[in-house]
């Protein structure tokens, strides 16, 4: 049963920093690339990161959030991380992390695999 889990979301106050977290099972993780995406209320749902299968040599961020978030991958424990930092009140949304069977990212409606998302609340 593939799965993913996403985890490390929280409240926070602005200029601080989350990382998030998320477990794949189910599927050969290292065959995929990987997204984060966003959706905050009233809002459509919206890209943040992504990266490539295997190596992660490509990334891809949106432009809100370069040079203050990250993407990684570790294929060893089948997971995704998205270090956030300099967190802003604009980053509160539920974040969501996505698997396509694809060596590079692909559109959004692509995705094949979806989590149930971790709230990120940045206020003061």
């Not at 919206?46 to 040599?57: L, M, P, Q």
């Amino acid at each position: 049963q593939v799965q993913l889990k996403e985890s490390g979301g929280g409240q926070v106050q602005p200029g601080e920093s989350l990382r998030l977290s998320c477990a794949a099972s189910g599927f050969t993780f290292s065959n995929y690339a990987m997204g984060w995406f966003r959706q905050a209320p009233g809002k459509d749902r919206e890209f943040v990161a992504d990266i490539s299968d295997w190596t992660g040599s490509y990334k891809d961020y949106a432009d809100s959030v370069k040079g203050r978030f990250t993407i990684s991958r570790d294929n060893a424990k089948n997971t995704v991380y998205l270090q956030m930092n300099s967190l802003k009140p604009e980053d509160t949304a539920v974040y969501y992390c996505a698997a396509v069977r694809a060596p590079i990212p692909r559109a959004e409606y692509e995705y094949d695999y979806w989590g149930q998302g971790t709230q990120v609340t940045v206020s003061s």
